[in-house]
T-cell receptor, first 113, second 112 residues
Framework: DGGITQSPKYLFRKEGQNVTLSCEQNLNHDAMYWYRQDPGQGLRLIYYSQIVNDFQKGDIAEGYSVSREKKESFPLTVTSAQKNPTAFYLC????????????FGPGTRLTVT | AQSVAQPEDQVNVAEGNPLTVKCTYSVSGNPYLFWYVQYPNRGLQFLLKYITGDNLVKGSYGFEAEFNKSQTSFHLKKPSALVSDSALYFCAVRGGADGLTFGKGTHLIIQP
């Protein structure tokens, strides 16, 4: 899983609570991404950031928030506004630019009941 | 907007036989195409990519992919399948500054 760590691997929360997922990389990549994976739907982009202190919404940003205060870190907060938060969340990083592949972390499985 | 289609939810292949996992794409401009593999409860691992040049791209673990511009396809292939190749495979395209656009994935099952 390269030089990207995500913690925790499994996370359980009660409905109505905000929860923050951690993503750290030591690859010196400028770009970082958050994806959500649901069975049979592939991966969908939540947020991405190409530089510190800047980030952009992806296809399904509603109910999520991010910050990028350091190059190495890109935490994702799943807020109580997210209607279906239970999913597998994957963080990735890459060199900025389209030809460059993304490297993925091991993922965090969030279960909200 | 770009898109990727993986028409098969599951592909079954006997060990030792050649395998093909299909992918077609739609993108304006030059396509940058990728294949990733995912084992259960793990992140995605990069297999190979096409940027430009030879239409046959070689990647990790003996996999290769054939880019066909006229058919807008980027099929993943391996001459001889192993049981350990059993996993979920994703095709992806990148046409802009944001993240990858993924297909829905194909479960590859290699039968001993």
């Amino acid at each position: 899983d390269g030089g990207i760590t995500q913690s925790p691997k499994y996370l359980f929360r009660k409905e109505g609570q905000n929860v923050t997922l951690s993503c750290e990389q030591n690859l010196n990549h400028d770009a970082m991404y958050w994806y959500r994976q649901d069975p049979g739907q592939g991966l969908r982009l939540i947020y991405y950031s190409q530089i510190v202190n800047d980030f952009q919404k992806g296809d399904i940003a509603e109910g999520y928030s991010v910050s990028r205060e350091k190059k190495e870190s890109f935490p994702l907060t799943v807020t109580s506004a997210q209607k279906n938060p239970t999913a597998f969340y994957l963080c990735a990083s890459s060199i900025v630019g389209s030809p460059y592949e993304q490297y993925f972390g091991p993922g965090t499985r969030l279960t909200v009941t | 907007a770009q898109s990727v289609a993986q028409p098969e939810d599951q592909v079954n292949v006997a060990e030792g036989n050649p395998l093909t996992v299909k992918c077609t794409y739609s993108v304006s401009g030059n396509p940058y195409l990728f294949w990733y593999v995912q084992y259960p409860n793990r992140g995605l691992q990069f297999l190979l990519k096409y940027i430009t040049g030879d239409n046959l791209v070689k990647g990790s673990y003996g996999f290769e992919a054939e880019f066909n511009k006229s058919q807008t396809s980027f099929h993943l292939k391996k001459p001889s399948a192993l049981v350990s190749d059993s996993a979920l495979y994703f095709c992806a395209v990148r046409g802009g500054a944001d993240g990858l656009t993924f297909g829905k994935g194909t479960h590859l099952i290699i039968q001993p």
